[in-house]
């Protein structure tokens, strides 16, 4: 994924990102000056890329530091031409597994409003020479240290397997700060964190706290995520900045705005990203809104909201309990009160969320 490109004096920013299906950029421009530190930020402490090398010809494990295992047969690289490799290859990985990862590396685990539980969600690539390189087959093995848990007394023994995207065309009717439908529409290709689309494969737990999958192609996305089947009634979640609102913050989005709203699920793998602005909003009520009728009522969970604005970072963590929409709403509000915090303290407050 191609990192934005800044420019502190020009009167606009221009993002260029690659999709990963599509493999072609897209340039778009938001509005507003773009306050460095937060691209900084997020380029800072985003999941990285880890680098290996595997002989082509003999095949081999790799094992990346948050221990998942990749085992490569051997003979099963080849070029874009069919050619199989032989030598060194070398390989790169980025894996995801925590909360805090998801956030840092914009891969919260929603698809389309539903909410999904995460056993692993991960990119690989390979190249010899700096020639890109293909897998003959999906006969690549990938193990997590995730597996699903016990659900009402049934141990789950798949996990449907999701496919990324991190560009998708898009239209956008924004919602007021009550909630109210207003007519503003844009197309456009934005990175919005990514697309997760169920691609038809499964996961399989092997009983003893791992979860392994094929992996069936490089360069691009793959999830392993679980639906969150939540049968209790569903409302719409509109979280206020009561301050420190970065007005910067557009319907153009990017993976790290100006202001941000995130929600952790208690004691579950899930990170939620409210990324849709409230539009048309007074001093007080401007912020971020859920998809429409998204969270279960009763839903326990941890809201993280930031800012970063001149130079300076604002946030807040609130435990909450989603509640029922006050008597003619048709939303639930949360209101968040910012106050300034230093670069490590975000960071700390943002691995913090592993823990909820």
């Given at each position: ?48 890329y880890e680098s290996f090398t595997i002989d082509a010809s003999t095949g081999g494990t790799l094992t990346t530091t948050k221990g998942t295992k990749i085992n490569f047969p051997a003979g099963i690289f080849k ?94 009717n924004g919602h007021d700060h009550e909630n109210t439908s207003v007519t503003l529409t844009q197309t456009g290709y934005i990175p919005r964190g990514i697309n997760w689309n169920q691609n038809g494969n499964f ?89 429409q009728s998204s969270f279960p009522i009763g839903l326990e969970g941890t809201f993280l909201a930031i800012t970063i604005k001149d130079g300076k970072f604002y946030a807040e963590m609130k435990d909450v309990t ?35």
């Open positions: 994924m191609k990192q934005f490109l800044l420019s502190a004096v020009a009167i606009a920013v221009t993002i260029t990102f690659t999709a990963c299906k599509k493999e072609e950029k897209k340039t778009f421009v938001l509005p507003h000056v773009i306050d460095p530190k937060v691209v900084s930020f997020f380029n800072a402490n985003a999941p990285k070029k874009a031409n069919g050619q199989i490799v032989s030598g060194n290859v070398t390989v790169e990985v980025k894996d995801i597994l925590s909360a805090s990862d998801m956030l840092l590396g914009n891969r919260p685990t929603e698809a389309n409003g539903q909410m999904l539980v995460s056993f692993g969600e991960m990119t690989v690539k390979a190249s010899q020479n700096g020639e890109a390189l293909q897998l003959k087959n999906d006969s690549a093995r990938v193990q997590v240290p995730l597996a699903p848990k016990p659900a009402n007394g049934q141990q789950i023994r798949e996990v449907p397997m999701w496919s990324g995207d991190s560009a998708v065309a898009y239209t956008i996961a399989t737990n092997n009983n003893n706290g791992t979860t392994s999958f094929a992996l069936d192609s490089l360069g691009v996305w793959r999830n392993c995520d679980a639906l969150m089947s939540d049968p209790r009634p569903k409302t719409t979640v509109l979280g206020y900045f009561s301050n420190h609102w970065n007005p910067a913050t557009s319907t153009s989005y990017m993976a790290a705005e100006p202001s941000m709203l995130y929600f952790k699920v208690k004691q579950q793998n899930t990170m939620v990203k409210l990324y849709n602005k409230i539009v048309n909003a007074p001093v007080g009520k401007e912020g971020l809104l859920s998809y989603i509640g029922a929409p006050a008597s003619g709403k048709t939303y639930f509000p949360v209101t968040f009160a910012l106050t300034e915090v230093t670069e490590s303290g975000l960071l700390a407050l943002i691995q913090q969320l592993n823990t909820k």
